[in-house]
């Protein structure tokens, strides 16, 4: 877990800086640097998509997955708890205020955890104490939250909470999913993570769209699953 925890540690340096110096910056920079992230982001999703080798195991997967994730109402899932982390810890005295925070956790929730660097690094962490790739995903995280935080807020700082359950959880897993996750399933899994950082960039960054980014979430488990499918069909 020690990796987890430095990646926690970055992201609140992050986000703890972003907020110092992000009110000092013009609302038309905060726009244009919201934009420029909105940009960074799609193009990490781009290079994650075409390391796929089946794109038609990724459409299935997220077709699949966005009928579960609809099924169980994550969207709203992720969305009510981002208004019980305001409630208790925000400041916002406005419904834009609170929909400022909502947005910052949420956006910066799914980009901490999507990704072949959560997952591999967290396992890592867990079978053999190496945390080297979560020490390298934790300063990107550091940079990325405070760019996040001084346009997008506090609201940042709490996805610390998501990073912790999900990476925590994989880390205690390690050993039962290092022999179940191969190879192509990493590699379309994270081409699926790749689709939804895209999405991500459309909804919440760019604006150009609003896309109910987590009801997709479901599709990162069942790309692997769709893979070892396959394997029983050679």
């Given at each position: ?66 009928v ?10 992720l ?18 205020e ?13 980009l ?15 079978l053999v ?29 709490f ?11 994989i ?21 699926v ?13 760019l ?12 599709a ?5 699953l ?9």
């Amino acid at each position: 877990m020690t990796g987890t925890f430095i990646n926690i540690v970055a992201i609140l340096i992050g986000s703890s800086l972003g907020l110092l110096f992000g009110s000092r910056l013009p609302a038309r920079l905060k726009n244009t640097v919201t934009a420029g992230l909105g940009l960074f982001t799609l193009s990490i999703g781009i290079s994650m998509f075409l390391k796929s080798e089946e794109s038609l195991i990724v459409l299935g997967a997220l077709l699949i997955g966005a009928v579960l994730g609809e099924w169980w109402k994550i969207e709203e899932g992720l969305e009510n708890l981002g208004v019980w982390l305001e409630s208790r810890f925000g400041n916002g005295n406005s419904a834009e205020e609170s929909n400022r925070f909502i947005r910052g956790f949420m956006t910066a929730s799914l980009l901490f955890c999507i990704g072949p660097l959560a997952i591999l690094g967290s396992i890592q962490d867990g079978l053999v104490g190496d945390y080297e790739l979560l020490a390298v995903k934790s300063v990107l995280d550091a940079f990325a939250s405070l760019a996040f935080a001084s346009t997008l807020g506090i609201g940042v700082a709490f996805s610390a909470f998501a990073v912790f359950i999900y990476q925590g959880s994989i880390t205690l897993l390690a050993a039962q999913l290092n022999s179940i996750v191969t190879e192509p399933m990493m590699i379309e899994m994270t081409a699926v993570g790749g689709v939804i950082l895209i999405g991500l960039s459309f909804s919440s960054l760019l604006e150009i769209k609003k896309i109910r980014i987590g009801s997709f979430l479901p599709a990162l488990a069942i790309a692997p699953l769709i893979v070892w499918v396959l394997s029983l069909f050679p």
